[in-house]
């Protein structure tokens, strides 16, 4: 999850913190590849830039009324929930993550 001050923390912050998060995703990434498949992945833009859309009506911005959005996901396949925490914990320990699976096609 990113709070809403993340966008500016992580302008603020200095090229070997920015690795430091760098080298988390991709142990997580090599983790994910060594016990299944990294499906997707993508980090999010700022919340403000979003538009939602609510019984037909569009506004700026997140529909959450809250300090924590959405800053990325990944869809993976792993053999089962505790292989995901397991390296899920290889992420940057600031970020705040979630774990869901996807309802079966």
């Known amino acids: 999850m ?3 001050d ?5 302008a603020a912050s200095s090229d070997a ?8 995703f991709q142990a ?8 299944g498949s990294l499906l997707q992945g993508e980090a ?3 919340p403000a830039g979003s538009r939602t859309l609510a019984a037909g009506v569009v506004r700026e911005g997140p529909y959450a009324e809250t ?3 959405v800053g990325g996901f990944y869809l993976v396949e ?5 292989t995901a925490v397991d390296v899920a914990r290889l992420l940057p320990p600031a970020y705040t993550v979630e774990i869901r699976p ?4």
């Open 2 to 4: 990113a709070e809403a």
């Open 44 to 46: 999010l833009a700022d």
């Open 17 to 24: 913190e920015q690795q430091a998060v760098f080298d988390c």
């Open 78 to 82: 792993l053999p089962d929930l505790e």
């Open 67 to 69: 300090v924590e959005q």
């Open 6 to 10: 993340h966008f500016d923390r992580w």
């Open 102 to 105: 996807v309802i079966p096609t």
């Open 28 to 35: 997580f990434g090599d983790a994910v590849r060594e016990r």
